[in-house]
């Protein structure tokens, strides 16, 4: 089994910050955790993609974000997490993280488990 919790939500007014972290509990024998990130979705409209990590560190920004949000991961703590800087209004959504799990051996496969979601809101 393994479960996402999201935690960091919350209202923060326009250039301001927010922290989102998101943990990963995992009770699978033989489990890879590879690529951890995060997507959003605003009130009526598609989910899209902010940032997302690699294994190894290696990052990826939706061009939007780029040079505001920060994606890191401890790797020991199986948590992604999200620093967000200069929040603008238009960036209100809910914020979804997810990773992309593998199972090694015979009875391999890989997914992509998502976590329930947490609430950002920016006031302008």
């Known amino acids: 089994q393994v479960q996402l919790v999201e935690s960091g939500g919350g209202l923060v007014q326009a250039g301001g910050s927010l922290r989102l972290s998101c943990a990963a509990s995992?009770?699978?024998?033989?489990?890879?955790?590879?690529?951890m990130g995060w997507y959003r979705q605003a009130p009526g409209k598609e989910r899209e993609m902010v940032a997302d990590?690699?294994?190894?560190?290696?990052?990826n920004y939706a061009d939007s974000v780029k040079g505001r949000f920060t994606i890191s991961r401890d790797n020991a703590k199986n948590t992604v997490y999200l620093q967000m800087n200069s929040l603008k209004p238009e960036e209100t959504a809910v914020y979804y993280c997810?990773?992309?799990?593998?199972?090694?051996?015979?009875?391999?496969?890989?997914?992509?488990?998502w976590g329930q979601g947490t609430q950002v809101t920016v006031s302008s």
């Open positions: 997810y990773l992309d799990g593998s199972r090694r051996g015979s009875a391999y496969y890989t997914r992509r488990y």
């Open positions: 995992v009770s699978v024998f033989s489990f890879s955790i590879n690529a």
């Open positions: 990590i690699s294994s190894g560190g290696i990052t």
